[in-house]
């Protein structure tokens, strides 16, 4: 009797475990097309950013101020204002604040996931790096994702971005939004960086374009007070995109803690 029990329980959690593996795998199909519909239809005016001249990326950070079209730069503003409340993540010490994860903006910021897709941004990022770099695949919740720093203590301690696959791996940070009581009317959130052993405050006010090897350069975001505010649009770029047994598995363990158990399927 208690064997039969037994049976059924794990039969039902074998089931249910492949049928939410199943479901995972028809909402990335479905994403896969969604995407093809957006770099089809959603485009997006990057101005002249590929005439601009490629800053050195030697220290393996680099950033541009002004780097898009103001109009380009309010569409992706509306859009990221209109998502739904982003989910947050709270990690002791490492983290505070909100993240919107790449499938959710599939469904209403079509213009932020066709900028990442965008063959400019490919180009530019490439270009930059020194190496031909991609976006990062479907399923990564980080690939790309909205942070919203809106609650005060908001931040992000040290750390690097973790890489996943066997290229090189980069992350890209458009802030959008960055408005506060600190200088220049910017919020105290502030993004700092080792380079070397010298820690660097790199200045982020809207549409500037921050480019750095994070699994490399260890980085932190300061948290922002009471009634601040700062939305970045964080983009990660990779040189080969495949990934191991071991990496694959470290990204889903990583994506659970920021996104849930939902990340395991991926
Ligand atoms: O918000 C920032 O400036 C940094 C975010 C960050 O560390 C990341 O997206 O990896
Ligand atoms: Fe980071």
Redesign the pocket.
């Known amino acids: 009797m208690v064997t039969e029990a037994l049976l059924v329980i794990a039969a039902a959690g074998v089931g249910g475990l492949t049928y939410a593996r199943w479901r995972r795998g028809a909402l990335y199909e479905a994403l896969e097309k969604r995407l093809d519909a957006i770099r089809a239809s959603a485009r997006v005016d990057v101005g002249s950013l590929l005439q601009r001249p490629v800053p050195s990326f030697e220290s393996r950070l680099t950033r541009l101020t002004e780097a898009l079209p103001t109009t380009t730069i309010d569409t992706l503003r509306r859009e990221a204002l209109q998502l739904v409340r982003p989910e947050r993540s709270y990690i002791p010490t490492h983290k505070k604040g909100g993240t919107v994860a790449y499938e959710t903006l599939f469904e209403t910021a079509p213009s932020i996931v066709a900028l990442y897709q965008s063959r400019e941004m490919c180009d530019l990022i490439s270009r930059i790096v020194g190496m031909d770099v991609r976006p990062t695949p479907i399923y990564d919740q ?1 690939s790309l ?1 909205v ?1 919203f ?1 809106e609650k005060p203590g908001d931040h ?1 301690g040290w ?1 690097y ?1 973790h890489n996943f696959y066997r290229g090189r791996h980069f ?1 890209v ?1 458009l ?1 959008i939004i960055n408005e506060g009581t600190a200088g220049g009317g910017l919020s105290h ?1 502030t ?1 700092k960086a080792k380079i070397g052993s010298t820690e660097t405050d790199v200045a ?1 006010p809207p549409n500037s374009l ?1 480019v750095f090897e ?1 699994a490399r350069v260890n ?3 300061t948290p922002i007070i009471e009634g601040e505010r ?1 939305l ?1 649009i ?1 983009m990660t770029y990779c040189s080969d995109n495949r990934a191991n047994v071991v990496q694959g598995a470290v990204r889903r363990i990583k994506d659970v803690a920021f996104f849930g158990p939902r990340a395991l399927w991926t």
């Open positions: 980080s994702s942070l720093y992000i750390h971005d992350t940070l802030p959130a993004l982020t921050i994070g980085h932190k975001v700062r970045v964080s």
